[in-house]
């Protein structure tokens, strides 16, 4: 079987809409978009768009979950198993093995929720950029790069979409976003030991996959719709985040790239806006 399979490849039945990541950034309406999105605020159910926007995350979920699921069964199977420093530790594909039952669950239960808050398959895009993630061929920047940045990310997007289950009267969405969240604290937590284990005495192995994690970090704060304001569409999960195995400075830094991109973003979307004339 094939090693290193490339996105384009991957099944996908027609259902499924395929957007590439630089379409998703461009595209005016996406929160994170290159022109400044609209400005998107907290997700509440008194947001006017409060349904859609909660169906749009939950497509969203749910593409995440089928690339999770396949980005991990691809690291159990492209490396050599061993201890060198090509190779990839017998307890480390059981980890990712683990990974994959989660998500396998993840995947249906996104679909179920899909089902529950009226959407479907399809009606929403898929951006490929996780299981691009996953194609790294260093499988430590595959742990942070995937596990630590995108995974971390999902900490945060669950706990957000729990609390909005909480605050619209939703059991059904909290719980099962609570069930999620605990398996992802999980998964950032293996990319958070992984990382320590595998690089201890590779210095610059270790700076080159925080360098990858930062990159993809940065890449999935535009428009800074990830933050801490209380504004902030996607709040920063930061007791969760703790649990995963970050620390408080890589929190800050992330929050801090998050202020950046939303300034950004906003002045961005000074420039385009019509000037009122003389
Ligand atoms: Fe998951
Ligand atoms: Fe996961």
């Given at each position: 079987?094939?090693?290193?399979y490339?996105?384009?490849?991957?099944a996908?039945?027609e259902r499924?809409v395929?957007?590439?990541?630089e379409?998703?950034?461009s595209?005016?309406?996406?929160?994170?978009?290159?022109?400044?999105?609209?400005?998107?605020?907290?997700l509440?159910?008194?947001?006017?768009d409060?349904?859609?926007a909660?169906?749009?995350l939950m497509?969203?979920?749910f593409v995440?979950?089928?690339?999770?699921?396949?980005?991990?069964?691809?690291?159990?199977w492209?490396?050599e198993?061993g201890d060198?420093?090509?190779?990839?530790?017998?307890?480390?594909?059981?980890?990712?093995?683990?990974q994959c039952?989660?998500e396998?669950?993840?995947?249906e239960i996104?679909c179920?929720?899909m089902d529950?808050?009226?959407t479907?398959?399809?009606e929403?895009?898929?951006?490929?950029?996780l299981?691009?993630?996953?194609?790294?061929?260093?499988?430590?920047l595959?742990?942070?790069?995937?596990?630590?940045?995108?995974?971390?990310?999902?900490i945060d997007?669950?706990n957000?979409?729990?609390e909005?289950?909480?605050?619209?009267?939703?059991?059904?969405?909290e719980?099962?976003?609570d069930?999620?969240?605990?398996?992802?604290v999980?998964?950032?937590?293996m990319?958070?030991?992984?990382?320590?284990?595998?690089?201890?005495?590779?210095?610059?192995?270790r700076?080159?996959?925080?360098?990858?994690q930062?990159?993809?970090?940065?890449?999935?704060?535009?428009?800074?719709?990830?933050g801490e304001?209380?504004?902030s569409?996607i709040k920063?999960?930061?007791?969760f985040?703790e649990?995963?195995?970050?620390d408080?400075?890589?929190?800050?830094?992330?929050?801090e790239i998050s202020?950046?991109a939303?300034?950004?973003a906003?002045?961005?979307?000074q420039r385009?806006?019509p000037?009122?004339s003389?």
């Amino acid at each position: 079987m094939r090693k290193i399979y490339p996105a384009d490849l991957l099944a996908r039945d027609e259902r499924f809409v395929r957007l590439t990541t630089e379409d998703r950034f461009s595209d005016p309406r996406s929160p994170g978009s290159r022109s400044g999105g609209r400005g998107a605020t907290r997700l509440t159910p008194s947001r006017p768009d409060a349904p859609d926007a909660a169906r749009t995350l939950m497509h969203g979920i749910f593409v995440g979950e089928v690339q999770a699921l396949e980005g991990a069964g691809r690291t159990c199977w492209d490396f050599e198993t061993g201890d060198g420093p090509e190779d990839t530790p017998f307890a480390l594909k059981l980890d990712m093995a683990r990974q994959c039952w989660d998500e396998a669950r993840h995947t249906e239960i996104s679909c179920k929720l899909m089902d529950w808050m009226g959407t479907e398959l399809g009606e929403f895009s898929e951006s490929i950029f996780l299981y691009e993630a996953a194609c790294n061929p260093d499988p430590v920047l595959r742990l942070t790069g995937v596990n630590r940045a995108l995974e971390g990310l999902a900490i945060d997007v669950f706990n957000t979409m729990k609390e909005f289950g909480d605050v619209a009267g939703d059991p059904v969405l909290e719980f099962c976003e609570d069930w999620m969240l605990a398996d992802e604290v999980t998964h950032v937590k293996m990319g958070s030991d992984w990382l320590r284990r595998l690089t201890e005495t590779d210095k610059e192995r270790r700076e080159r996959a925080l360098e990858f994690q930062r990159v993809v970090d940065k890449l999935f704060s535009l428009g800074g719709f990830r933050g801490e304001d209380e504004d902030s569409p996607i709040k920063l999960a930061r007791r969760f985040r703790e649990l995963a195995g970050f620390d408080a400075d890589e929190m800050d830094d992330l929050a801090e790239i998050s202020r950046q991109a939303k300034k950004d973003a906003e002045e961005h979307r000074q420039r385009l806006a019509p000037q009122p004339s003389a």
